[in-house]
């Protein structure tokens, strides 16, 4: 399976009356601290949507998380975004990472940066 596949799969879209959430796996090979999710960016059909929370918390607090993102657990994107139920759009996935152990020549983390597109139909 492609790391594209992987992060976004068929039924990784949803939508219901109250939200649309984005159901992401994660761009790495390990697991990785919340805290080193730097940045979640989406786009529904070329189009900048808000990101309201990453399971369950803001984005921002994730920095403070003590917890982990494994790599068989999906996370849960909540979007600022009107129903979409049973619409095909193109969703665009940007997610910034700060890699724990291995650093730049200055000391900091290494950064990774990954970005995918695909069609998918909000279940």
């Known amino acids: 399976m492609s ?9 990784s879209l949803r939508a219901d009356e109250r ?9 790495w090979y390990r697991a990785l601290p919340w805290a080193g999710v730097a940045d979640v960016r989406v786009t529904l059909d070329g189009r900048p949507v808000e990101v309201v929370s990453v399971d369950g918390r803001d984005l921002g607090a ?11 657990r999906r996370a849960e994107v909540v979007l600022d975004a009107s129903a979409l139920r049973g619409a095909s759009v193109a969703v ?7 890699i724990p152990g291995p650093t730049k020549p ?9 970005e995918t597109e695909r069609r998918l139909t909000a279940a």
């Open 106 to 114: 200055d000391g900091s983390p290494m950064d990774f940066a990954f």
């Open 19 to 27: 939200q649309v959430t984005l159901v992401v796996g994660l761009p």
């Open 62 to 72: 994730l920095q403070d998380d003590p917890g982990y993102w494994g790599i068989q």
């Open 3 to 11: 790391t594209q596949a992987y992060v976004l799969r068929p039924d």
């Open 92 to 98: 665009g996935v940007h997610v910034d990472l700060l």
